[in-house]
C-alpha cells in the first residue's frame, strides 16, 4: 500500500524559506516521478514542481528560481526548498505520485506580509 507523508510546513514571514518533505512507503521510490502540486483557498490544485525518475525537473513560473525540487532514492523521500516566500504561495502542499497516481494528506504552508 503507497503511503506519502508530507511534512515541513508552517508559517513563516514574507522572504523566509521552509523546506517541505514528502517521504514514500510501500512503492519502489525510485521508478515514479514525483510532483509537489498546491491548493489555496478558492482556487484550483496546481503543479507547482516536478522531478522526474531520472532526476530532471520544471517548475510553475511562479515558483522558478525560488523554489527547488529535489529527491533522494535512498531515503524515498522528495523535497521542495522553498525560498524567498510570498503571501501568494500560501496553500496546502501536497506531493504525488507518477504515473500512477498517489496522493499525500497535504501540509499547509502559511506566508505572512
Known amino acids: 500500500q503507497v503511503q506519502l507523508v508530507e511534512s515541513g510546513g508552517g508559517l513563516v514571514q514574507a522572504g523566509g524559506s521552509l523546506r517541505l518533505s514528502c517521504a514514500a512507503s510501500?512503492?519502489?521510490?525510485?521508478?515514479?516521478?514525483m510532483g509537489w502540486y498546491r491548493q489555496a483557498p478558492g482556487k484550483q490544485r496546481e503543479l507547482v514542481a516536478r522531478i522526474s525518475s531520472g532526476g530532471s525537473t520544471n517548475y510553475a513560473d511562479s515558483v522558478k528560481v525560488r523554489f527547488t525540487i529535489t529527491r533522494d532514492n535512498g531515503k524515498n523521500t522528495v523535497y521542495l526548498k522553498m525560498n524567498s516566500l510570498k503571501p501568494e504561495d500560501t496553500a496546502v502542499y501536497y506531493c504525488?505520485?507518477?504515473?500512477?497516481?498517489?496522493w499525500g494528506q497535504g501540509t499547509q504552508v502559511t506566508v505572512s506580509s
Open positions: 510501500g512503492m519502489i521510490f525510485s521508478l515514479y516521478a
Open positions: 504525488k505520485t507518477e504515473p500512477w497516481s498517489y
